[in-house]
């Protein structure tokens, strides 16, 4: 182990040693991880990672933990799904689901990321972890940190869906409901991290902690057959996954993983919520903050920390984005749960309502390989959907009921 | 009575260790710019060209100052000024 050199300003360059510190004192700017990409070049072979378990440590040296991992031992490495029945029905060659839906142990992506922030807080000796989260989040470090011993500070908007508060209640940990939006939330959390010597996994951690993200670009990778994907689909709330996603591309291709990467990065918001998506539309950098209205609160952050960054990452790669209305993004978890039999949460309503878009203005080739990531559990935000779905056919306990009842469903 | 401003951790260093100091009211940057004087540095760390950094959020009240007149946001005694890095939070 032991590939991690050090932290460094993205903006400015400055080098820091790695602590438990997330903005350039200078200019403010984000750091992120330096790694030895000679030194991971020469230990981590297409071989390796095959001849190891299937999780998203798999590709450890990638990551930027010192020792062994401690949290999230069996996470990541989540199906990617070949969707024939969705394909046919858009009309495309080659589609595939990234199915985070899946995820262990809270059924988000999110578990990616607190495995690494968790891992590297514990290397830091750190006994309390905290978060500010729009839900996902708020039930992973509730899990996570109650499998790891930590005491939990979990920060969420009071207006969160029921499913996802119950859900973090479930492990005992302290839940502070924020009478505000999640900008607020997290405003207060950057406040609170100032004050208190918490591992907050996505402020002071956070260099760490989005580390975990790279981890689905990786497995779709592999699970492709160690080539990149021409389109990918990723739901934009901060940006960060998106960006992480792009990294871990060029990263295999730094370290020889794959020969070749041309891959095309889209980004999905939900309309009531889309300052990335409307920075692209619009051409522009400057990400103007909004005030979030939208069924996808998991995406519902009006002003994105890694905004700017994402912006970047659509003009790099040819890319560009689209947002979806609340009814767009209900009609598509209904279509990916009867196509494809995968219930996503509402953020995965957005992901595929956006990439159908793209596919009919043309941005994204019907032909091509194309990969949606789908990163949260529908069982998450069941209330989004309540009211818009079939319902259920009530009978008496008799086979005459059900007959009855049958008669009129073939007359449908 | 004066403008509070809170002080993030990577800007406590000009500040002496200090988590809050006085302020002048007037619109956000003359404010940054006077606290300049005070404690040198601090306008380079947070503005640039009498824009503020991209990587910097100010709020008055707890209001982002980007719903109001950016930089050019008028304070008045008693208001609270916080200085918050920008990069932070996600999902």
Known sequence: MGFVKGLKCRECGREYAIDPIYVCEFCFGPLEVVYDYDGIKKVLTREMILSRPQTLWRYRELLPIDGEPTSGLHSGFTPLVRADKLAQHLGLKKLYIKDDTVTHPTLSFKDRVVAIALSKAREFGFNTVACASTGNLAHSVSAHGAAGGFKRFIFIPASLEHSKIIASLAYGPNLIAVDGNYDEVNRLCSEVANKYNWAFVNINIRPFYAEGSKTQGYEIVEQLGWRTPDAVVVPCASGSLMTKIWKSFKEMKQIGLINDMQTKIFSAQATGCSPIVKAIKEGVDVIKPVRPDTIAKSLAIGNPADGFYATQVIKESGGYGEDASDNEIIEAIKLLAKTEGIFAETAGGVTLASAIKLIEKGYIDKESVIVLCITGNGLKTKEAIVGHTVEPFHINPNLKSFEETLKKIDSV | ?91
């Open chain 2, 1 to 91: 009575m004066t403008v509070k401003v809170r002080i993030p951790v990577p800007l406590q260093r000009l500040t002496k260790g200090k988590e809050e100091v006085d302020g002048e009211p007037g619109t956000i940057i003359s404010l940054v710019n006077s606290l300049d004087k005070k404690y040198p540095g601090l306008a380079e760390r947070i503005s640039e060209g009498g824009k503020l950094r991209r990587f910097v959020n100010v709020y008055v009240n707890e209001e982002d100052v980007r719903f109001m007149n950016n930089e050019e946001t008028e304070v008045k005694d008693g208001d609270e000024i916080s200085i918050v890095p920008a990069i932070a939070g996600g999902g």
